[in-house]
Each structure stands twice: as structure tokens, then as C-alpha cells.
């Protein structure tokens, strides 16, 4: 079965230092991995993925997420955090072709001014 | 090309009450996914369309219904309403492919009293 893991329910940066959101899945073949943000009263909005190649990928917004096998893991991660990046933050795998996507259960990032 | 839309963005209704939600998916794609998110239960997988037949379901009770019509667009009933129901109710479509992203609409908040 598949799974993701965000062990951190609430992260807490100043404004300007680099931030990162952690993220483990569990998952048997090739994932694929999906970064998504949520501000208040919105649908998620889609900021990266991982398929394949390079393990640095970059995405919206500033944002990129390195992809680590060894670890299964699948950071998020920004150089210079900005006060609008305070928002609800999810990521997601998918394993298969008809699988569903599995999301984990966010992490709240809160970036101070 | 316009985004997921969804109807109605919010929705009062009463215990025992049925509800139909309805999500248009991005022009192209032909997968609809469903997915409830409560603070407390965060992101649950609720089902998925693709060409009209359900190809994957969630744990929920048989009262969450839902189906697919020719043109991609999909529905989602919920009967006999419980207080539990009160989430945002959150539509997204893919275009096909495994690696392909998933795009999300922004939700239906449904409050039931």
C-alpha cells in the first residue's frame, strides 16, 4: 500500500531564511511525487512533481524538492521564505497507472515577518 | 483553458437532507477525482472517475455516491446529510497519462445543521 508521511504538523521560518517541509513516502516500484499548496479557502494549488531524471526539481514560486531514493524522501524546500508562503502545504505519490493519488496530511508553514 | 470548476461553492443544508455537488473538469481531461478534507481527518480520498466507470473508491459509507457523464463532467451525491458532513469538498481531474498532474478545483463547502 502506498503511504506519505509529513512529520511535521506546523513549521515555523522567519521571513527570508531558507524553509523546508518534509516528506516521506512509502511505496513499492517508482513513485511519483507531487507537491501542492493550500491557502485559506482554496483547492490545492500544484507546485512541483517528481517522474524521473534529475533529483533536484524545480517549481512555482521559487519552490524546488529533492528527491531522495535511498531515503524515500521527497523535501520541499525554498532558499528565501516570503510572508505569502504561509499557507497549508500536501504532498502526494501515485504509484500506477488506475491508482489513486495518496496525499499525506499537511504541513502548516508559517512564515514570520 | 480554463480551470476545475466546481458548483455550488457553498451549501447549507440540514441532518437527514441528500446534497449533489457537481465539478467540471480542465477541457481534455477524462479522470475526476473526489476527495473530502475536515480539519481534523485532513485529505481523504473519496472516489474516481475515468470514462464514465468508477476505477477506484475510498472508505466511505455507501451514502457517498457519485458518477461521470459522457462529457467528463461529474457529480456527487451525499444522502441522508449527518453533522460529520460538513467539509470542503474538493474536485480534481487529470489528463490521462500516470505522470500526468492533477488539478484541483476550489472546493464546495458544505455546512450541514
Known amino acids: 500500500a502506498q503511504s506519505v508521511a509529513q512529520p511535521e504538523d506546523q513549521v515555523n521560518v522567519a521571513e527570508g531564511n531558507p524553509l523546508t517541509v518534509k516528506c516521506t513516502y512509502s511505496?513499492?516500484?517508482?513513485?511519483?511525487l507531487f507537491w501542492y499548496v493550500q491557502y485559506p479557502n482554496r483547492g490545492l494549488q500544484f507546485l512541483l512533481k517528481?517522474?524521473?531524471?534529475?533529483?533536484l526539481v524545480k517549481g512555482s514560486y521559487g519552490f524546488e524538492a529533492e528527491f531522495n531514493k535511498s531515503q524515500t524522501s521527497f523535501h520541499l524546500k525554498k532558499p528565501s521564505a516570503l510572508v505569502s508562503d504561509s499557507a497549508l502545504y500536501f504532498c502526494?505519490?501515485?504509484?500506477?497507472?488506475?491508482?489513486?493519488?495518496?496525499f499525506g496530511p499537511g504541513t502548516r508553514l508559517s512564515v514570520l515577518p | 483553458k480554463a480551470g476545475v470548476t466546481q458548483t455550488p461553492r457553498y451549501l447549507i443544508k440540514t441532518r437527514g437532507q441528500q446534497v449533489t455537488l457537481s465539478c467540471s473538469p480542465i477541457?481534455?481531461?477524462?479522470?475526476v477525482s473526489w476527495y473530502q478534507q475536515t480539519p481534523g481527518q485532513g485529505l481523504q480520498f473519496l472516489f474516481e472517475?475515468?470514462?464514465?466507470?468508477?476505477?477506484n473508491k475510498g472508505n466511505f459509507p455507501g451514502r457517498f455516491s457519485g458518477r461521470q457523464f459522457s462529457n467528463s463532467r461529474s457529480e456527487m451525491n451525499v444522502s441522508t446529510l449527518e453533522l460529520g458532513d460538513s467539509a470542503l469538498y474538493l474536485c480534481?481531474?487529470?489528463?490521462?497519462?500516470?505522470?500526468?498532474?492533477?488539478?484541483f478545483g476550489p472546493g464546495t463547502r458544505l455546512t450541514v445543521l
Open positions: 502526494a505519490v501515485r504509484r500506477n497507472y488506475g491508482q489513486n493519488f495518496v
Open positions: 511505496v513499492s516500484g517508482n513513485p511519483y
Open positions: 517528481y517522474i524521473t531524471g534529475d533529483n
Open positions: 477541457s481534455g481531461h477524462r479522470s
Open positions: 472517475y475515468f470514462s464514465e466507470t468508477q476505477r
Open positions: 480534481a481531474s487529470v489528463a490521462r497519462g500516470i505522470t500526468d498532474t492533477q488539478y
